[in-house]
């Protein structure tokens, strides 16, 4: 069964960092694209980052770019997300998502795979 496994989420205060991890399960993930949406409470889903099948490209949405980066490491399984100068309206659930040869994907219907998410609250 394969698992996507958020972490690093958490309180911080506003102009803060943190750095989301999502640890992946399955073989060949490097075969994955994967992304980053986020859905705060009341409000839909929303694509924040994606990263292609072996790093083939790399796409952040209007909305964090500038602050948030998105890296991979095929060796380890995992996906991440860098936030810095994170404010109020980034308060959310993330979740990671993969996509089998995907080039970086904000489309959630093209995902394959979900992980659980992990809250961010960022204060003021």
């Known amino acids: 069964q394969v698992q996507l496994v958020e972490s690093g989420g958490g309180r911080v205060q506003a102009g803060g960092s943190l750095r989301l991890s999502c640890a992946a399960s399955m073989r060949a993930f490097s075969n994955y694209g994967m992304s980053w949406f986020r859905q705060a409470p009341g409000q839909e889903r929303e694509f924040v980052a994606a990263i292609g099948w072996s790093d083939v490209s790399t796409y952040i949405a209007d909305s964090v770019k500038g602050r948030f980066t998105i890296s991979r490491d095929n060796a380890k399984n995992t996906v991440y997300l860098q936030m810095n100068s994170l404010k109020p309206e980034d308060t959310a659930v993330y979740y990671c998502?993969?996509?089998?040869?995907?080039?970086?994907?904000?489309?959630?219907?093209?995902?394959?795979?979900w992980g659980t998410g992990t809250l961010v609250t960022v204060s003021s």
């Open positions: 998502a993969a996509e089998f040869l995907g080039l970086g994907s904000s489309v959630p219907a093209r995902m394959q795979f």
